[in-house]
């Protein structure tokens, strides 16, 4: 293996070194606006060499694999400069396994991958003519391996299979995008589901419906609930918590949100989008419970952050990068919650997410996909209508969680139900 050799000639002149190697294949097919728009091939190999050399970190990449000698050297040249090491490169570690490879997805011709991206856009055309479709399918294989100077040596295979459908119906000044995806590590992803998926949020659509401002019962599906993800997600990591930006800081195994609510972060469920058994920095893989009924359990912590927090490394890689993040579902299905709602609004998705300050837990976005709730049906979509709040006090008021739970991809990868919370700022023109 490339990245053995790596070691063995790089170990001679650094303290510690680690390689890092991913051979990836990926087909792609994309219809847009009614027409096969590209059928493209991506073949890609990438390289990253990290060494130990005076107690300085040195960190090298290439895409070149007969570059080995060279990504050595920059590596060894970085150190020079690079920032104190506080960690040693982990020994081999026993792995969990878990289904991260699908043989099935080998045999998946680009032809077979035309006729299924052309098959979901027929099907949304079919629904509305009037509808501009668009399709996409991908498939990825990858090999990735990983070995360092203490003796850590891992191999694991992937796939990945991506399905989506949707389009834009212009009615006059009325623009419309909607669609639906889904990303996991087999091919058992039924396309007529996905575009009948896009087709809902379409017919949800049809008719728009007022929204008046106040604080009012909001149900954030598993897309929309990234208001409440993308800060709770920033205050978990370990780096913002030891650099003192995480409002998480000092309330390890304290309530944080409603007792209804638990968050864990598994890589180890078969074929999940985000699922392997050893992490960038040559650590096992595990569950890691976050928020566990309600209580803050644990944050998210790399081999560098870990060693200047002296915390624990949690097998995030050096990003700190969360698998699939899991809440627990609830006893009832959403529909059920609708039709508990005398006035509401159910948000999908949003514009301008992100730009306030998430990490302090503060959102504010214009509502893209949202829909009116009146006397326990969805009346028709809103427009024109900002949604404001903060993600933490938003936990802690949530009032209900639905049975019904989804794969999103957004803004971080996870299976996720719809959470009622009680009482956000909604803002209408």
Known sequence: MITQEIIEKARRQVDAVQASLQRRQTSDVNFEDDYLKAVTLEQRTDIQVKVIRDGKVGISTTTDPEDVEGVIQRAVEAAEFGVPASYEMPGRQAIQEVKTFDD???SLTNTDMIQLGRGMMEAVKSYNGEIKAGAGVNRSVAQVEFANSAGASYRQEHSNFSLGAGGILVRGTD???????????NRLIDPEEIAERAIEYFRMAERTAPMRSGSLPVIFTPGGLSALLLS???GLDGKNVYLGASPLKGKLDQPIADPRFSLMDDPLIDFGAGSSSFDGEGLPRQRLPLIENGVLRNFVYDLDTAGRAKARPTGHGPSRSYTNLVINPGERPYLDMIHDLKEGLLVDSYLGLGQGNPINGEFSANVYLGYKIENGEIVGRVKDVM???????????ITEISQDRDWVQYPYTGLVPYIQVEGLNITAK
């Open 104 to 106: 099935a997805l080998l």
């Open 175 to 185: 623009i419309l995008w909607a669609g639906y995806g889904l990303t996991q590590k």
């Open 232 to 234: 709770l997600g920033l």
């Open 387 to 397: 949604l404001s709040g903060n993600a933490y006090q938003a936990l802690k008021a």
